[in-house]
């Protein structure tokens, strides 16, 4: 009955664009209204309690647009909030720590998971405890990666950007001396940079955040008999809360496909 309304997504800023590429590629027949709340980016140094605020003002905005579920495409605002969107919203959240951590559990051989995100999230100690909910004597080995969300919001993501191969060398190295077989790219924001980090450390497994949530985005949608089947392409429509141009541009070269122009600004 509601399987045609949108699936809500949002993220502080162009990282949440990993879920929706995911769900357009795997999910063609869903819509999707999307909100970047780029004037508060980055969430990662903020507080719980601040991007707990922001999360909330991003649900009520997604729900008054009639989504019938919401995709937190944040590991930040997954880790400090997704407990208090769930207690006090009656419809499906789904994030993004939970399905990465599993599929990294399922992929590491050694036992030794490294994982970059944001300073929050990694202080939230979220991405240890649900790897070894998954594998309980796994060792995890988390960096937070301050300056990789400013970097990638700037548009600094190709592979001639020789400041964020720095960063990355600098942020991961560390886990690789450690041992890990297996990184969880654990910001929505760094698989931009995927290519990068591949060419950097071709021998170990990465695990993006954004594109792991959409085995469990299908699963609750089926359980709750709200996929769409209606055979129709989807639409996405793109809302955030600081500069639309900006986004636009970038989002496009992401995405693949031009956005420009279609991109509104959503008053919060
Ligand atoms: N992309 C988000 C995440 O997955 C937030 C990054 C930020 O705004 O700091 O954590």
Redesign the pocket.
Known sequence: MSNKKPIGVF???L??LTVVKAVLENLPYENIIYLGDSLN????DKTSGQITEFAFNNTKFLIEKGVKAIAIA???ADATSRRELLQCFDLPVIG?ISPASEKAARLTKNKKVGVI??AT?VKSGAYERAVRSFVADCEVFSNPAPAL?PLIEAGKIHKEDSETAQALRMYISPLIQKGIDTLILG???YPLVLDIVKELFPDINIVC?GTSSLGALYDKLKAENMLNTSGKKGEVQYYVTGEPADFGRLGGIFLGESIEGKVRRAVI
């Open positions: 993220d502080s800023g990282g949440g980016v980055p969430y990662g944040c590991n930040t993004v995100a944001t999230a969300v910001c929505t924001h955040s």
